[in-house]
């Protein structure tokens, strides 16, 4: 199509997506890159890995009341913690990722400062873990369907205990994720409101849509469709690769925009040529059981829902403590800012701002160079903010050409 | 959430979804109504239906060479066809619908005023008919799987030789349709530019994106995991109904808009119902083989591709001599106007209007009582200038405040 009507947004994403960017793009939607972070979440580690960390809390109480005994939290880190222990933050990973995942935040002059700060990096409860004692997922539990549902809180609380019970850590200076990273960023705010200076919660939702709802179930039903699925008590060696490609692509369908979807192929051949070679891969790279407990944590999601706040969502915002950094993508049609009540958090949280990345490859845009760039540029301010003790943030809190009743800004 | 975060878009559709479209919208969800084309199409009647004609082509040859021998098609028609033949217009269905789908647009008073014009409204190739002889669906030839590809063009086609050697029509009033018959009326207006004196495209596309080719390659995969769909050579009395129903439901994800779904359903467990109650549902009222074979005509199709445009869109669109009032929904998720090429039609056709109907609802809003209400008006004025040898539209041929570059009117 010619230029004049070349899918551009308005604002900072005009720009055409260029070649590396392409590249990258891809190589999130196959889930084969550290350096991008897929839909939700980024894909496991194939280099530059941390030594893994253990963490064992035994019993972890969930909200439901049910326990997952013997818990074994792993996470990785970089940087140095100082002698205050007063210079961690917490970096939690998408759907998709692992402790690996957010990797490409932190080093020197990144975001996240690795020459300042301390930067953990947990597997959330429901991955799987290295750790052969580790029974932190229906899979390494060796429990499967039997493992208990839990819920963004839940892992939160794991997080929280991790830091505290064996990295004796009292204080954060912030909390950040991608994606379900950003879900469980928000919900650290709320549930934790004195224990860190800053959340920032990247492509995030205060809660499930329906649309989230309706799209991973669709997921689910797929993958349990497969006949290897065998009720969630699969084989190692025969998982049920076409189902769990099949709904990981149903959830990229939506984390890549139409637009980054046309600049990654070419025609129609080349779509069905990625299902044929990549569907059973994906796969291979996802555990079918594991992924559907976190899937079903996120379309629980609620923060409105943390005690004491009984559904409501302004008052569970009123109560953030923490400077609150939103970084939602308005072309985002996989968890949508609008109506996840991203934009109403940020009305209504003491401290909040909001910058839209505004990126035209919609969810999965959060980790193009550009975005990388932009986010960088508001954390390290921010940051720096923080230790000066100076107020607030640079910029307009909310942009000030943000229209509330809109979905983006003008 | 609170109003003043309620995800409404600017200018027409502000007001809320109120509870009859939410009651239209979930029929449609279901596929259970004939008042309300769901996403890419409506469902198959259950009432009011004319009786059923059938005309005989012979061989059917398709743009790739192929035969489909005996076809049979079948149509309704509404109204009297008058003496000289020159008041018909052509109504066509979309992807889940059949020749009954459409039948809301026409009567006295309505967009296709049946007082006045002669509304032909066929099966298109793909569709299983009633008619006992009919060859025109892979599960009605009982060719299955081994029924020839066909594509939008093949339809049009088809249409083209049913008005002509069977009705004896050699000059139509107009052609519309929504979705599918979006798409194919705006082939009709590149293969017979001479043959009608307007068209009207109802959220349509003017070439298949990558992301609809993602979606539907989704769904069909779904299909074809189920075990039951036994390469297709399924038995009528045991089809695969819950790929089918999930493969529908992957597209409904997207024809459904967020905030429509959020209107549809309370929580989650509204959502895990609807999925628990109706996928099998869903199967049922599709068949899985012809589904199938229409998403393939979809997703292979591009306007600029009709000899001799060689790939050249704006060729394409400059060759069209009907008056084009393109309806496109720049809220749209399952068929984008900007990717799709109909913005790019819009602006070099020569005699091109586009009405974005601004539906929040997306893709399906294009039957809301809204939607309906806004197409009669723009349909009726056309049809009367044309019956008054007036020239062109009335309004702005493209809105003042559409910007190019941009997805939607701001």
């Not at 889930?31 to 960390?53: E, R």
């Not at 609008?338 to 969810?363: C, R, T, W």
């Not at 390290?380 to 979905?407: C, M, Y």
Request: aromatic fraction near 8%; proline fraction near 6%.
């Amino acid at each position: 199509m010619g230029h004049l009507f070349a899918p551009h947004p308005r604002g900072g994403g005009k720009q055409r997506l260029r070649h590396d960017v392409k590249r990258l793009l891809y190589q999130a939607l196959v889930g084969m890159t550290l350096a991008v972070a897929t839909a939700a979440g980024s894909s496991p580690a194939t280099a530059q890995t941390q030594p893994v960390q253990t963490c064992a809390l035994g019993n972890l109480r969930l909200e439901s009341g049910a326990v997952i005994p013997n818990v074994r939290m792993t996470y990785i880190t970089h940087g140095t913690l100082n002698a205050d222990r007063s210079n961690a933050i917490l970096s939690i990973h998408g759907l998709r990722g692992n402790r690996d995942a957010q990797t490409f935040l932190a080093g020197p002059g990144r975001a996240l400062d690795t020459e300042r700060y301390f930067v953990i990096q947990p597997d959330t409860l429901g991955v799987a873990s290295t750790d052969p004692s580790a029974t932190t997922s229906p899979t390494r539990s060796g429990m499967n369907m039997n493992f208990p549902r839990f819920g963004i809180r839940d892992m939160v609380q794991a997080e929280y205990r991790m830091l505290t019970e064996c990295l004796n850590i009292r204080h954060l200076v912030a909390v950040t994720g991608i994606s379900m990273g950003g879900i469980g960023s928000l919900q650290w705010a709320v549930s934790y409101p004195d224990f860190m200076d800053a959340v920032i919660p990247i492509v995030p939702q205060a809660h499930a849509t329906r649309q989230t709802n309706f799209i991973w179930e669709a997921a689910r039903q797929a993958i349990m469709l497969d006949p290897k699925w065998q009720e969630g008590d699969y084989s190692a060696n025969d998982p049920p690769r076409r189902g769990t490609g099949i709904g990981i692509n149903i959830q990229n369908a939506f984390g890549f925009s139409a637009e980054s979807l046309a600049e990654m192929f070419q025609d129609r051949d080349g779509v069905e040529r990625f299902y044929a070679t990549t569907t059973e891969q994906l796969g291979n790279t996802t555990d079918a059981r594991d992924w559907i407990y976190r899937t079903w944590a996120i379309v629980d999601h609620d923060i409105a829902k943390t005690p004491p706040f009984n559904g409501d969502l302004r008052a569970a915002a009123r109560s953030i403590k923490a400077r609150l950094l939103l970084m939602p993508n308005c072309f985002d049609q996989l968890l949508t800012p609008g109506e996840s009540g991203v934009m109403e958090v940020a009305a209504f949280a003491p401290n909040a701002k909001v910058v839209d990345l505004d990126d035209i490859a919609g969810h999965s845009g959060n980790s193009t160079p550009r975005s990388v760039t932009i986010i960088a540029a508001e954390v390290r301010d921010l940051l720096q903010r923080v230790a000066d003790g100076r107020p607030g943030f640079n910029g307009p809190r909310i942009p000030r050409h943000w229209n509330r009743e809109d979905r983006c800004p003008n």
